[in-house]
């Protein structure tokens, strides 16, 4: 799903597009009701390993708007919404750790695209459409929404362009399948995410991992109809706004999701608790760990181990939150590990601090286990 008016507009209103209705038929097979969406899908890398899909909607079921995912270096994978209620299909459709209801706004003009979405300042430029591009042009409309159609041009869409597919599985049970009609190249691009920049313009390289495919490897906009067959408990979702949302959407975030969420979250409290015992009642701690002789060091490293729980519950709250989280968790967990392991040997700590070692390396285990999750990506791999 991806959408954008033609050459020359700005994204804005437009007639939602209905589901195809199943006709009632005795005895025959109810088919699931499906929604379509009319747009463009730019696909592209930044030498910064940042990868950036925008979805430029001209007709859909909530009307025109765009959206965009980025995966970034190091796996993290976000959408960018308008509304609370597009973010909510999206995100039930693809896979993302961080989700945000921002402003995003789209313009083209001849060639050139501007794109503001929240913290993501994004131009690209197009060029002369190829040989691949006037043959898809010259597919009918009809024809480029049939499923059938899809169906029929996965297999040569992945021998032409790797990675890409026009059909597959999707969230909820979902199923889509993608109708291109024309792809132009992509000659430049400039991108900043929150004021820093994401380098010069690079393949989409290694693939996307929002669902079942990836944007081609070469940046480029494709001109595209999406098909979406909801989800066998979907029932008849028509997409009248407020169906299928999330109680409770906040403005700025639907927020963040995943496993790697759920381990900052816990570790930055273990690390709070921990690091506000001694701070709080010294001789409480005292009493399990040995009295200490330095008791200004003591306050010092319970400050420390606070502040970097508190950082880490902050970041399981941002939208790149999860991967800094990481960051804080594995140092944290693997220092006081290295402390434990070679102080209570020595005899310079208590052996009750092993109990400490046995909690720091089942969080070093559970951080390289999210990881390595996300490295090998999810069985759904990537794309729209």
């Not at 759920?262 to 760990?289: C, K, Q, Y």
């Not at 790149?320 to 960051?327: D, K, L, N």
């Amino acid at each position: 799903m991806y959408g954008s008016g033609p050459p020359g507009h700005a994204a804005r209103s437009a007639s939602p597009s209905s589901p195809d209705s199943p006709r009632p038929n005795s005895g025959a097979v109810t088919r699931r009701p499906r929604v379509r969406f009319d747009g463009w899908i730019a696909g592209m890398g930044t030498s910064s390993g940042t990868r950036i899909v925008l979805g430029h909607w001209q007709r859909s079921p909530f009307g025109a708007f765009c959206d965009v995912m980025l995966e970034r270096a190091d796996g993290a994978r976000l959408l960018l919404a308008p509304t609370c209620e597009t973010a909510d299909f999206i995100s039930g459709t693809y896979v993302f750790d961080t989700v945000r209801v921002v402003p995003v706004e789209v313009s083209v003009t001849h060639d050139a695209w501007t794109v503001t979405a929240g913290p993501l300042d994004l131009r690209f430029t197009t060029g002369r459409r190829g040989l691949l591009g006037f043959a898809l042009r010259a597919v009918p409309g009809a024809l480029a929404r049939s499923p059938a159609w899809s169906a029929l041009t996965d297999r040569p869409a992945r021998l032409l362009l790797p990675g890409v597919r026009t059909r597959g599985s999707a969230g909820r049970g979902r199923r889509e399948w993608y109708g291109a009609r024309d792809l132009l190249p992509i000659r430049a691009v400039s991108a900043v995410y929150g004021g820093a920049d994401l380098g010069a313009m690079a393949p989409v390289e290694p693939p996307v991992r929002f669902g079942f495919g990836s944007a081609p490897r070469n940046p480029s906009v494709t001109r595209v109809t999406t098909t979406v067959e909801l989800g066998p408990d979907e029932g008849a979702w028509a997409g009248v706004p407020g169906r299928n949302l999330r109680k409770g959407c906040p403005l700025s975030r639907i927020g963040v999701r995943g496993p790697a969420h759920t381990l900052a979250v816990a570790h930055g409290a273990f690390n709070i608790v921990g690091g506000l015992w001694p701070l709080l009642h010294l001789r409480s701690f005292e009493w399990v760990f040995g009295p200490k002789t330095d008791v200004w060091l003591q306050m010092t490293t319970g400050g420390l181990l606070a502040s970097a729980g508190v950082a880490q519950l902050a970041a399981a709250g941002d939208a790149q939150g999860p991967a800094h989280a990481r960051r804080i968790g594995l140092g944290t967990a693997v220092t006081l590990l290295a402390v434990d392991l070679v102080y209570v040997p020595k005899r310079r700590i208590r052996p009750t601090y092993l109990l400490d070692a046995a909690m720091q390396t089942g969080w070093t285990a559970a951080w390289l286990r999210s990881s390595f999750a996300r490295s090998t990506g999810d069985v759904r791999s990537s794309r729209r």
